[in-house]
């Protein structure tokens, strides 16, 4: 018996450090776990940001080409312009060389000033001047005119050249911008890849230990189930003894429950019955024994004076469940029954119905 009661002291120490060591884990990987999701969430609005960025990029990328374009358009267009003026200037050149030499050849210069000697009054002699000055005029005029606008032309092309090199530059810098921006996205969605890959891992690494922790609570309750059957089997040896006179013995039932599937074997208990839901505000997914309802949601809230702590207890029309919370309104033949659709724990309401302890672990 003192070997037992060692080997029990030391089952539930080991269970209880157990126990406070996950409880302290479980607080660093929820702080761990929400400044990542935190971080996640700050990345996300960076990348909702850059994308925009990216687009405005993009469009002004695609502005400035179409501006390029024209501009190369204007340019050819002016370069052709170019072309014809510089006929024209030639053309009007070659006019005026061909006069030069047909005043030379008829003798117009004898002829302009006999015009102009022959006139009856100094007003004739005037106005025969003006008007072949105005004669002269217009010719050299028109060549005048033709050599500005091939100057001009010359002027609007080297315009449009500089606008184009200018255009060029400003659409490789976006260009560059965009390519950086690109870049900058990318990591930051290799960063929310790498959270989201250690959030799994903390997720399969907390069910790792919620299973160490199930089945060290199944290990020290079915210690505790074993002591206390050899200690009312002693006190039963006792009391037969001690009262052999009397007929009846207060001992507890052995029921066997049959199912479509198995047979139970426990002791029988009528109880009110209740049921909650952890999505139920204010309440949460973790149990009095550190059970995640999100993982294992078969549990019922029990009195452990009445039903201990780690009992599996049949329910007909629910199965197997494991006791493994408690409540404050949870007293005596009570029991609160987890679903995980608050929906079904309001239908379920109040009922009496007749559960089965399990002897076995099922």
Same mark, same amino acid.
């Given at each position: 018996m003192?070997?037992?009661?060692?080997r029990r002291f030391?089952l539930f120490?080991?269970?209880?450090?157990?126990?406070?060591?996950?409880?302290?884990?479980?607080?660093q990987?929820?702080a761990?776990?929400e400044?990542i999701e935190?971080q996640?969430k700050? *990345?996300?609005i960076?990348?909702?940001s850059?994308?925009t960025?990216l687009q405005? $990029?993009?469009? $002004?990328?695609?502005?400035?080409?179409? !501006?390029?374009?024209?501009?190369?358009?204007?340019?050819?267009?002016?370069?052709r312009k170019?072309i014809?003026?510089?006929?024209?200037v030639?053309?009007?050149r070659l006019?005026?060389? !061909?006069?030069?030499?047909? *005043?030379?050849i008829?003798? /117009? +210069?004898n002829?302009?000033l006999y015009?102009?000697?022959?006139?009856?009054?100094i007003? !004739?002699f005037f106005e025969?001047?003006h008007l072949m000055a105005?004669l002269?005029d217009a010719a050299?005029?028109?060549l005048t005119s033709a050599q500005q606008?091939?100057?001009?032309?010359q002027? &609007? $092309?080297?315009?449009h050249?500089?606008?184009?090199?200018?255009l060029? #530059?400003?659409?490789?810098?976006?260009?560059?911008?965009t390519?950086r921006?690109?870049e900058q996205?990318e990591?930051?969605s290799?960063?929310?890849?790498s959270?989201?890959?250690?959030? !799994?891992?903390?997720a399969?690494?907390?069910y790792r230990?919620?299973l160490e922790l199930?089945?060290?609570?199944?290990k020290?309750m079915? /210690?505790q189930k074993?002591?206390?059957v #050899?200690q009312v089997?002693?006190?039963?040896v006792q009391?037969n $003894?001690?009262?052999? #006179?009397?007929?009846t013995?207060?001992?507890?039932q052995?029921t066997?429950?049959s199912t479509?599937?198995?047979?139970?074997?426990?002791r029988t &208990?009528?109880v009110?019955a209740? #049921?909650?839901s952890?999505?139920?505000p204010?309440?949460?997914h973790?149990?009095?024994?550190g *059970?995640?309802l999100? *993982?294992n949601p078969k +549990?019922i809230?029990?009195?452990p004076?009445?039903?201990p702590?780690?009992s599996?207890?049949?329910?007909?029309?629910?199965?197997?469940?494991?006791?493994?919370?408690?409540g404050?309104?949870?007293?005596?033949?009570k029991?609160?029954?987890?679903m995980v659709?608050?929906?079904d724990?309001?239908k379920?309401g109040?009922q009496?119905i007749?559960?089965?302890?399990?002897k076995?672990k099922?």
């Amino acid at each position: 018996m003192l070997k037992r009661k060692s080997r029990r002291f030391f089952l539930f120490i080991g269970f209880s450090f157990f126990v406070s060591s996950l409880y302290i884990a479980y607080a660093q990987e929820d702080a761990s776990k929400e400044q990542i999701e935190k971080q996640s969430k700050d *990345i996300e609005i960076q990348i909702e940001s850059l994308v925009t960025s990216l687009q405005e $990029k993009q469009n $002004k990328v695609s502005q400035l080409t179409e !501006d390029i374009e024209t501009s190369k358009k204007l340019y050819r267009e002016t370069e052709r312009k170019i072309i014809d003026q510089e006929k024209i200037v030639e053309s009007r050149r070659l006019q005026a060389k !061909d006069r030069l030499r047909e *005043i030379q050849i008829r003798d /117009e +210069v004898n002829d302009i000033l006999y015009i102009l000697l022959s006139s009856e009054s100094i007003t !004739d002699f005037f106005e025969r001047y003006h008007l072949m000055a105005q004669l002269q005029d217009a010719a050299n005029s028109r060549l005048t005119s033709a050599q500005q606008s091939f100057k001009d032309l010359q002027r &609007l $092309k080297a315009e449009h050249k500089d606008q184009i090199i200018q255009l060029n #530059a400003q659409k490789k810098e976006l260009e560059e911008e965009t390519v950086r921006l690109s870049e900058q996205k990318e990591v930051l969605s290799e960063k929310i890849a790498s959270n989201s890959d250690y959030l !799994d891992k903390l997720a399969e690494e907390k069910y790792r230990k919620q299973l160490e922790l199930t089945e060290m609570f199944e290990k020290m309750m079915q /210690e505790q189930k074993q002591v206390t059957v #050899a200690q009312v089997t002693t006190q039963s040896v006792q009391e037969n $003894k001690e009262k052999p #006179a009397e007929t009846t013995t207060q001992t507890q039932q052995t029921t066997q429950v049959s199912t479509a599937e198995n047979t139970f074997v426990g002791r029988t &208990l009528t109880v009110h019955a209740t #049921a909650y839901s952890y999505n139920e505000p204010g309440l949460t997914h973790h149990t009095k024994m550190g *059970i995640d309802l999100r *993982i294992n949601p078969k +549990v019922i809230a029990v009195d452990p004076s009445v039903i201990p702590l780690g009992s599996y207890v049949y329910i007909p029309n629910f199965g197997v469940y494991l006791a493994a919370d408690v409540g404050s309104a949870i007293k005596g033949n009570k029991i609160d029954i987890h679903m995980v659709s608050v929906e079904d724990a309001i239908k379920f309401g109040r009922q009496n119905i007749t559960v089965t302890i399990l002897k076995d672990k099922p």
